[in-house]
């Protein structure tokens, strides 16, 4: 309380930073359950039951072959993954606690430093999902085998990003208009579960359907992460530049609008909710 603070060299500064990123992120990950492990394995069992859902599906709608040549539940988890990261990611962040936050009133806490963990730690708690998961299918079911892992795991940091650009820019308007937020928040994510691709090839689309899709970057990360995973897979209707490009648009746009956001702050706002 009355510890005297002196200036800092630029590492003690990002030591400092660093500092205070990895206890928020602790704090984020035991606040849905009070045994970190616990919340990881609730995560895990999310996204198996998910990759289960959509295996009886295409199976009783006799789907299964319309997918790719090779791995039937690798081709679901290249479009469940990437859509389970960019969809928790964006909630996660857009749920950040903003500029009027009892945590705020902190010293050294920050409203980036609240962006940050809740990126952080969501990233965290999806890769450690998805490698147990890859693990146990590759051990205990079926040995898998990924064309171009590093390339593929890139897709997954890049459905990430965009993420985070898209729940940035949901925060920076959430203290103004909150139920509006809440409502595209869960609207988005919703609507993702279609529009994302994650349920059929790209390729095959015809073009006025393909059109219906290639908004949103989601769909050309997972289109690409099957190009990357999938040795007889090229995909023709993505790009990688393309969800770069929103993500980096979508990050500016938001970092300027809770910039603003964060001048006009107001411990009123509170009361909006």
């Known amino acids: 309380m009355f510890e005297k603070t002196g200036p800092k060299t630029s590492l003690q500064s990002v030591f400092a930073i660093s500092e205070l990123v990895y206890h ?37 709608l006799g789907m299964r072959g319309a997918a790719l040549r090779g791995d039937f539940l690798l081709y679901l988890m290249t479009g469940i993954f990437n859509f389970m990261t960019h969809t928790k990611t964006m909630g996660a962040v857009a749920a950040a606690e903003g500029p009027a936050s009892p945590m705020m009133k902190h010293a050294p806490m920050n409203t980036a430093i609240a962006i940050l963990a809740a990126a952080i730690g969501t990233l965290y708690i999806q890769m450690l999902s998805l490698f147990s998961i890859l693990f146990i299918y590759h051990v205990a079911i079926t040995p898998i085998v990924v064309d171009d892992p590093v390339n593929a795991i890139g897709m997954v940091l890049l459905s990430w990003f965009t993420g985070a650009g898209v729940g940035l820019v949901l925060l920076s308007i959430k203290p103004w208009y909150p139920n509006f937020v809440q409502l595209m928040t869960t609207i988005y994510a919703r609507a993702n579960m279609i529009a994302s691709g994650k349920m059929f090839v790209a390729n095959t689309l015809p073009s006025f359907m393909l059109a219906m899709f290639d908004w949103n970057p989601l769909f050309h990360t997972i289109d690409q992460a099957r190009g990357y995973t999938f040795i007889n897979y090229v995909p023709r209707n993505s790009t990688t530049d393309y969800p770069l490009y929103v993500g980096l648009a979508l990050l500016v746009i938001g970092m300027m609008g809770e910039f603003f956001t964060r001048r006009q702050a107001s411990l009123s706002w509170g009361s909006k909710r």
């Open 24 to 60: 928020s992120i602790v704090r984020k990950v035991r606040k849905k359950h009070g045994n970190a492990l616990m919340s990881i394995l609730l995560n895990m069992m999310q996204t198996a039951i998910l990759v289960l859902v959509f295996y009886l599906m295409f199976s009783v």
